[in-house]
């Protein structure tokens, strides 16, 4: 079974390093199992990070843009097309890591028969890794117009600011309807030690599920972010390691 990691919340939060720091700790504690990262964020931010050019898209593939690597094979139906340019479209980050680019997403009630297709190409793609990781939008609307997938860990990346948790909180309430059963929580990230107590307060005091939090660190330092996501990890409705 998949298991599945959504990350959400304001532009800036951090929601594309918190991606690369779970790729980090899953690779490091589940060293063989198969990863696909989705960058669902408009700014390409998590694809860029990878050197990865974000003309090869889902989008690219639905208005018709995109350049194939070969031609179109013959004979094939409509779903199985969009099954195969799926395959061309995905870019192998490593031995055990793969990723696709969405771009612009089309609304569920567009009247395009390719969106319901894409749809379910996209789900299969998806039942094929042992994990996915997809870098939202500001909340789980947008992930929910490109696939409807059972998200098991819904994680909303925060600043320590007040104005940020408020904000947090509304971003809980637009997207708990698309997390369905899976968990929905917040993550500090950057936090000031002077800050801590304060945001604590915001986050009881907004009732939101506070999952732990990240220091703000002089420089970026992974290995100092996989701490601290270490022990967020094993309070996460995700596979843990055996001891």
């Known amino acids: 079974m998949t298991s599945t990691i959504a990350l959400i919340g304001k532009s800036g939060s951090g ?16 060293p063989t199992s198969s990863i696909l990262l989705v960058d669902n964020d408009l700014t390409s931010e998590l694809s860029d990070s990878f050197g990865i050019k974000s003309r090869n898209t889902i989008y690219g593939i639905k208005s018709g843009k995109h350049e194939y690597k070969t031609g179109i094979p013959e004979g094939m139906t409509k779903q ?20 696709l680019v969405s771009h612009f997403v089309t609304p569920k009630d567009c009247k395009c028969p390719s969106t319901k297709l894409m749809r379910d190409s996209l789900s299969k793609f998806i039942d094929r890794y042992d994990f996915v990781i997809f870098d939202c939008e500001y909340d ?28 947090s909180s509304k971003i809980a ?19 000031k030690k ?50």
């Not at 703000?216 to 995700?238: A, P, Q, T, V, W």
């Open 15 to 30: 929601k594309t390093t918190l991606a690369r720091a779970f790729l980090k700790l899953i690779r490091k504690n589940f």
């Open 80 to 99: 199985e097309y969009i099954d195969w340019a799926l395959e061309d479209i995905v870019v192998e980050v490593d031995e055990n890591t793969d990723m």
């Open 140 to 167: 789980l609307k947008y992930l929910n117009l490109l696939v409807d997938y059972p998200i098991a860990e819904t994680i909303i990346v925060s600043s320590d600011k007040k104005e940020s948790i408020a904000l």
């Open 173 to 191: 309430d637009s997207s708990r309807k698309y997390a369905a059963q899976g968990q929905l929580g917040v993550i500090l990230n950057k936090v």
């Open 194 to 243: 002077e800050n801590l107590n304060s945001a604590l307060e915001a986050i009881n005091g907004l009732e939101l599920n506070f999952l732990g939090y990240i220091e703000k660190f002089e420089k970026m330092d992974y290995d100092k972010i996989l701490n601290c996501l270490s022990l967020i990890y094993s309070r996460m409705n995700l596979p843990q390691v055996e001891e």
